[in-house]
């Protein structure tokens, strides 16, 4: 009924205006009027003093008190006397079947309150939904800009991941490579991350209505909503799980699986984001945020899966190589050496005894040969 009469205000607002008048009516006592405009109660007050089913409601629980007083008459004719305060007509109740009517009545009641009151909160969320989210146009502009973005950040990405890993390995790449070399070398990697951050992207939106209703739900009711508790101590439990699983793997089998520390550092990453103070100075701070979260998402995974790589070329042993390198040059020794890469005029292959790179141009070598895992 708050929210019927008072649509503008925040839903917790009208929760403590309802809270105030039925503690006043039921439990004939008053809260702190903390947070509570006078004005509006009174107007609230009038308009409940008159409202029938909540005369009748009070009444009726009255009733019921008086008649579990079966030997004290004094409390008896006391609750008896404030049902009919509100509804002066009462009689008093003489048999349990009248209690049990009286209680099937007013669950049938509260069925049909409770569900009104749900549709009018849902209409209140829908109505800051609609204020906050504003309909997406997308021109033609707009297609060529993701498209020479896309193309710059794969590009880029290239750049930054070939390097990386090779530098882990011990090598300046930017004299064997050339533009294509590093999209080309690391495509497969570059495709697989793309993709996951693609799949976040669209989760991300899925769920953006959810999240923004959560955000109004906290700033209606100035609290945080027991979903956002939950889904922040989950990420708390995943995060404290993979820090275990990299410390046990790197104990147990000599392995740094980096990728497992993904989830808790984009954890601290996104739990920081956005109380950086320089979202004020943006018209836009979402779409230039969800930019910068997802270039941000993106370089962190390609930085752990270069380490993840790198650590794992490092272990190999000749035995695990699963290409044969067939040399025309016969005296290069390629009995310790392992396939890492190839590119337009190079390949790279690590020495397993020295954990060196030898890099071997293409027109020493006669074919590359795949061999088939046992």
Same mark, same amino acid.
């Given at each position: 009924m708050s929210n019927e009469q008072f649509p503008e205000n925040e839903l917790g607002k009208n929760s403590k205006l309802a809270l105030y008048l039925t503690n006043t009516y039921i439990y004939d006592f008053k809260n702190d009027l903390a947070g509570i405009n006078e004005e509006e109660l009174k107007k609230f007050k009038k308009i409940a003093d008159n409202d029938e089913w909540i005369k009748k409601t009070v009444s009726d629980l009255y009733r019921m008190i008086s008649f579990s007083f079966i030997i004290d008459t004094n409390f008896k004719d006391k609750y008896l006397k404030k049902a009919k305060e509100f509804k002066a007509d009462i009689e008093p109740i003489k048999e349990f079947k009248e209690i049990t009517k009286l209680v099937d009545d007013v669950k049938k009641d509260s069925k049909i309150f409770f569900k009104e009151g749900?549709?009018?909160?849902?209409?209140?969320?829908?109505?800051?939904?609609?204020?906050? /989210? @504003?309909? $997406?146009?997308?021109?033609?502009?707009?297609?060529?800009? #993701?498209?020479?973005?896309? !193309?710059?950040? +794969?590009? /880029? @990405?290239? $750049?930054?991941?070939?390097?990386?890993?090779?530098?882990? #390995?011990?090598?300046?790449? !930017?004299?064997? +490579?050339? /533009?294509?070399?590093?999209?080309?070398?690391s495509i497969d990697t570059l495709i697989i991350t793309f993709f996951s951050i693609a799949i976040g992207i669209i989760f991300y939106f899925l769920g953006a209505k959810d999240r923004l209703k959560t955000t109004i739900y906290e700033e209606q009711f100035s609290t945080e909503s027991a979903s956002r508790k939950k889904l922040f101590y989950n990420i708390i439990v995943i995060s404290i799980v993979c820090i275990i699983s990299f410390f046990v793997s790197y104990y147990k089998h000599n392995a740094l699986h980096y990728n497992l520390l993904y989830p808790p550092i984009l954890f601290v990453f996104f739990r920081f984001f956005w109380s950086i103070p320089?979202?004020?100075?943006?018209?836009?701070?979402?779409?230039?945020?969800?930019?910068?979260?997802?270039?941000?998402?993106?370089?962190?995974?390609?930085?752990?899966?270069?380490?993840?790589?790198?650590?794992?070329?490092?272990?190999?042993?000749?035995?695990d190589d699963t290409c044969r390198v067939i040399l025309n040059n016969t005296n290069i020794d390629t009995s310790n050496l392992v396939f890492i890469t190839s590119n337009s005029s190079n390949v790279f292959m690590l020495d397993v005894s020295t954990k060196k790179v030898k890099i071997i141009p293409l027109y020493n070598i006669e074919s590359i040969e795949t061999k088939v895992p046992k």
């Open positions: 749900r549709e009018l909160n849902d209409k209140k969320y829908q109505q800051e939904i609609e204020k906050r /989210i @504003s309909s $997406i146009e997308v021109t033609s502009q707009d297609i060529s800009f #993701l498209l020479t973005l896309f !193309s710059t950040l +794969f590009l /880029i @990405s290239g $750049i930054i991941y070939s390097k990386l890993y090779f530098y882990l #390995l011990g090598v300046n790449i !930017s004299d064997f +490579f050339s /533009i294509n070399d590093y999209l080309a070398s320089i979202w004020q100075y943006f018209k836009n701070p979402e779409k230039i945020g969800l930019i910068l979260m997802s270039f941000s998402t993106f370089i962190i995974s390609l930085i752990l899966t270069a380490l993840t790589y790198s650590t794992e070329i490092l272990k190999k042993e000749v035995k």
